[in-house]
């Protein structure tokens, strides 16, 4: 059942409904049983690999717990634990494949061993949440969870498929499902909601047509300069719009519980340094591998820099491999990390010896429109489809320089207008603030027309949903 | 081990020589993204040279050093002189 269908909305309109109207005390089962049922609308089987995954993690804190000489080793059992079952079922292919490649190269029989199982949704999302709570637990961060608890935390449908990556401390205080009926809290998840449905159908999916045309084959007279540009910028819209709109879908279902889940993006492209922009991309990838992977890889460096900036490529090579068994993803993941180094290069210059290039406009902007390219290029490698491909784009977009434009000009037009919404947004975004703080403080006056413009907001968001619905198009972060 | 005023004024000082203006000590550092990763590993460095201590890193967070008062009470539980 994807997010952005009729059944969904339908689904979940019946369980918020039954969940307000429960005794607080069976609220919890109640999600649990409902989040569970949505994980088997996909693969009734696959529902096994979560739960079993929680028992083997219930099991192992509670040694972490319990023998607590023997912590570290019961987390570091847990973990490889985490990370075997996610290789098996994400990996097994692409390790079994490269191998073979080694062993053609090296004139030996290749391994047979190649199984085709289906990758069970959301597993590389609660696989890190699975881990950082091992990893809490063992830093007594949190106390141990029971059985009930865990599974709520890594089973809680909204986040279950694609995110946002929750934390134990923010997540589970919150499922005990106390809260008050707050309506402003609710129209705000129903407004996220509708957002999200607009962002997937009308922005991401119409784009989609076009960037998978142009990745599949190139047109007959090859990629010009100008199509490769647009095609890298049309997917790196595309992306952006499908994964916001996932996010604020699955926080905006939250919000119908009365649960907040953090956020996961802000204004990405706006971004005018290469940290800076992810620390608003995926925010909560981010702040995962900094806490559970980069810190505890640096902290005993001091931030010295032959091992920070190793770690840095190493560890956004390991992000890129998050998102897909591919050399692409790699690629991808490797290019974010020198990106990220040489900023940082340019960061340790600038304060040891050149001070005033701080002030300086021309390289706060240099540095924003460097962000901006680099980040585009990066895309190439994730969506192409193999190394020729890559480097036909790359190539055509920085040196073999080629006049002419193969595609319709609907293509470059709505990738221009998507582009001119996104440079827009944070300015859309604060008026929107700016008008809801002035609604508030004529509540009498305005109540009657907030309502009625609300409503209509909401009418025109699901009319454009339901005009622009391709049948439930399938989101991209659901294959990672 | 140093007392807790001598951990809070050299907390003080090597955050307001990170972000280069002095901070509230309730004022959060990390997650408003006033300080990144790389200057959490610095503030560890220079605030064991401050305080002649080692702080074991094994068991923490970046959230563990996210404000001046959070700083202090993560290196009164763990140092070790």
């Not at chain 1, 709570?133 to 007594?140: C, G, K, S």
């Not at chain 1, 000009?409 to 944070?426: D, G, H, I, Q, R």
């Not at chain 2, 004022?27 to 605030?47: V, Y």
Request: proline content about 4%; charged content about 15%.
């Amino acid at each position: 059942m994807q997010f952005n269908s009729y059944s969904y909305l339908f689904f979940l309109l019946v369980v918020v409904t039954i969940f307000w109207n429960l005794p607080k005390k069976l609220r919890r089962g109640y999600v649990l049983v409902i989040s569970l049922v949505f994980y088997a609308t996909w693969n009734v089987w696959f529902v096994l690999i979560p739960v079993s995954l929680c028992a083997a993690v219930y099991i192992i804190a509670r040694f972490i717990v319990f023998q607590p000489q023997k912590s570290r080793r019961w987390m570091w059992c847990g973990v490889t634990l985490v990370l075997s079952v996610l290789a098996f079922f994400k990996y097994r292919a692409f390790l079994i494949a490269n191998v073979n490649v080694l062993l053609t190269v090296l004139g030996l029989t290749t391994v047979p061993w190649a199984v085709a199982i289906a990758l069970p949704l959301g597993i590389s999302f609660y696989s890190f949440e699975a881990i950082s709570y091992l990893i809490d637990v063992r830093q007594r961060r949190i106390a141990k969870l029971n059985f009930l608890d865990l599974n709520l935390f890594i089973m809680f449908w909204p986040h279950l498929m694609a995110g946002p990556i929750v934390r134990v401390r923010e997540l589970i205080p919150q499922l005990k499902f106390d809260s008050k009926f707050d309506t402003r809290f609710i129209l705000s998840g129903v407004d996220r909601l509708i957002w999200g449905l607009v962002q997937k159908n009308v922005v991401a999916n119409n784009l989609g047509v076009w960037v998978d045309a142009g990745f599949k084959s190139q047109p007959p007279g090859g990629y010009t300069t100008l199509d490769s540009w647009f095609l890298a910028i049309a997917f790196g819209l595309q992306i952006y719009f499908d994964f916001a709109a996932y996010s604020n879908m699955a926080i905006g279902a939250a919000q119908l519980l009365g649960i907040k889940l953090p956020e996961n993006f802000r204004c990405p492209y706006h971004a005018a340094t290469p940290v800076e922009f992810w620390s608003r991309w995926h925010m909560t990838l981010s702040r995962w591998v900094r806490d559970y992977l980069f810190f505890p890889l640096n902290a005993k460096f001091g931030g010295a820099p032959f091992p920070f900036y190793t770690s840095l490529i190493g560890v956004m090579a390991l992000v890129g491999l998050w998102h897909g068994a591919g050399w692409g993803f790699v690629t991808w993941g490797v290019l974010q990390g020198v990106y990220l180094v040489l900023y940082r290069i340019y960061e340790s210059f600038r304060q040891n010896r050149q001070p005033e290039l701080a002030a300086s406009r021309i390289s706060a902007a240099s540095w924003r429109m460097f962000t901006l390219l680099a980040v585009t290029l990066a895309w190439v490698p994730f969506r192409a489809g193999n190394i020729g491909q890559t480097w036909g784009l790359l190539s055509c977009m920085l040196f073999r320089f080629s006049a002419g434009a193969a595609y319709p000009k609907a293509f470059y037009w709505m990738t221009a207008s998507v582009a001119l919404f996104c440079a827009a947004e944070p300015y859309l975004v604060r008026l929107l603030s700016v008008l809801d703080g002035a609604v508030d403080e004529d509540r009498r006056v305005l109540m009657a027309g907030r309502l009625v413009a609300r409503g209509l907001v909401y009418a025109c968001g699901l009319l454009l949903f339901m005009v622009f619905d391709q049948q439930a198009t399938e989101f991209i972060y659901f294959q990672f | 081990m140093p007392d807790d005023a001598t951990v809070r004024s050299a907390a003080r000082e090597v955050v307001a020589n990170l972000v280069s203006r002095p901070v509230k000590d309730s004022e959060p550092l990390i997650s408003s993204g006033t300080i990144d990763s790389l200057s959490i590993l610095k503030l560890i460095t220079q605030l064991e040279k401050k305080l002649h201590v080692s702080i074991p890193t094994e068991t923490l967070q970046p959230d563990d050093f996210d404000s001046v008062e959070l700083i202090v009470e993560t290196v009164q539980r763990v140092v070790r002189v």
